[in-house]
């Protein structure tokens, strides 16, 4: 299995991605925590920001035409099968990844919490390839509105760990929770 770092340029938090959280840069630390888990083959930092960087993972460009579930089809059709994750979800712990991974059978699932998909904590594979495929060639773009429409399997999940740094204030916040402050 490949874990996917997924990061996009912010328009609310420019460079979120190399801000400091417990003394890393947040991509560093999302990606150590997936190298740390010691079940990936290969971490891969799939990105806009071609100056983006990390520690943990191999940096691909993503040369898709802009949005999420348009980079999460050419990771599917290029590498089959992969743990997606938002690279600007510092909350993340390897007990949430294993889960996810031991409730992994060969289909895809994803994490779901307070009845809402998280498309940057799921697990992707050839049984959605063809699905996401006919959904974008009828002009759908969003991720969570295919997952609902597909009725992908999910896990139960804490919506604490997977949240996202989109503000000044979400990274304050998310100091003082990660106890670096």
């Not at 600007?88 to 390897?94: Q, S, W």
């Not at 994490?111 to 992707?124: E, G, Q, T």
């Amino acid at each position: 299995m490949i874990a996917i770092i997924f990061a996009k340029n912010s328009q609310r938090l420019q460079n979120k991605h190399n801000m400091e959280i417990c003394g890393e840069k947040m991509i560093d630390r999302i990606s150590r925590i997936l190298l740390e888990t010691g079940r990936f083959n290969n971490i891969i930092l799939f990105t806009k920001n071609f100056s983006l960087k990390s520690k943990f993972a191999v940096t691909e460009e993503d040369n898709t035409d802009g949005i999420l579930f348009d980079s999460i089809l050419y990771c599917l059709e290029k590498y089959h099968e992969f743990l997606a994750i938002g690279g600007d979800m510092p909350y993340i712990e390897k007990e949430s990844i294993e889960n996810i991974l031991d409730n992994y059978s060969g289909n895809s699932v994803a994490y779901k919490s307070d009845n809402f998909y998280h498309p940057l904590f799921a697990i992707y594979s050839m049984d959605v390839e063809r699905p996401m495929l006919k959904y974008r060639m009828n002009g759908n773009g969003s991720i969570r509105k295919f997952m609902d429409e597909y009725s992908m399997p999910f896990i139960d999940g804490n919506s604490e760990k997977l949240r996202s740094i989109n503000t000044e204030e979400d990274l304050i916040e998310a100091r003082k929770k990660l106890r670096c402050l």
